[in-house]
């Protein structure tokens, strides 16, 4: 729409060798929009992912299948936010201040003979789904992943292309006292 703004950033985050990644950050810098003292501020309407990286060669295609043999199941938990979790577990659709959610979980069957069969899962919760309005922001966002037994990237760096299309916004007092609301609302 006119008068929308199009931020793009890519973060990186490298997963140890059983596959885990403790809640860790990635910080997208609005301070060229925000900035409480001339009450400006951006009016988050959408925000895009795509996961890059892992065991390919020519393309940066993200395997979905994010276990291997020997592992039952595997989670991925990818999320906006302007507050800064300790843990993931605490990071849910009713959770104060998250922008969006992203989940993805590869389940295989208990059998574990050859030829077992996997479940590969995702859900996206996007801006809309959760603020159908926007969501208006003040402040930096983050970008927060955490992940659980996801043995085809141990030992990897796995990308994350982030787009955000937003307004920038003359925030009121009425603006703040609602965000003051949202934060605190549980």
């Known amino acids: ?22 809640v860790n950050y990635g910080r997208i810098d609005l301070s060229d929009y925000v900035n409480v003292v001339r009450d400006e501020g951006l009016h988050i309407k959408e925000i895009f992912y795509e996961l890059r990286g892992g065991p390919v060669t020519n393309t940066c295609v993200f395997d979905p299948v994010i276990s291997q043999a020997g592992t039952s199941f595997a989670a991925l938990q990818l999320f906006a936010t302007t507050t800064a979790y ?4 605490d990071v849910g659709i009713g ?13 295989r069957e208990s059998s574990g003979a050859a030829g077992a069969l996997w479940e590969c ?62 934060a605190t609302d549980l």
Do not use: W
């Not at 300790?86 to 577990?89: K, S, V, Y």
């Open 121 to 182: 899962q995702e859900h996206f919760r996007g801006v809309p789904d959760f603020h159908p309005e926007g969501f208006t922001v003040i402040t930096d966002l983050l970008i927060g992943i955490a992940c659980d037994n996801m043995t085809t990237y141990s030992d990897a760096t796995v990308e994350i292309d982030v787009m955000i299309v937003a307004e920038p916004k003359k925030v009121t007092k009425d603006d703040l006292e609602k965000m003051l609301a949202q």
């Open 86 to 89: 300790e843990d993931a577990n």
């Open 1 to 22: 729409m006119k008068g929308d703004v199009i931020l793009r950033d890519r973060l990186q985050f490298t997963l140890d060798a059983n596959g885990n990644l403790p």
């Open 95 to 107: 959770s104060p201040n998250v922008l969006n959610q992203l989940t993805m979980c590869t389940r």
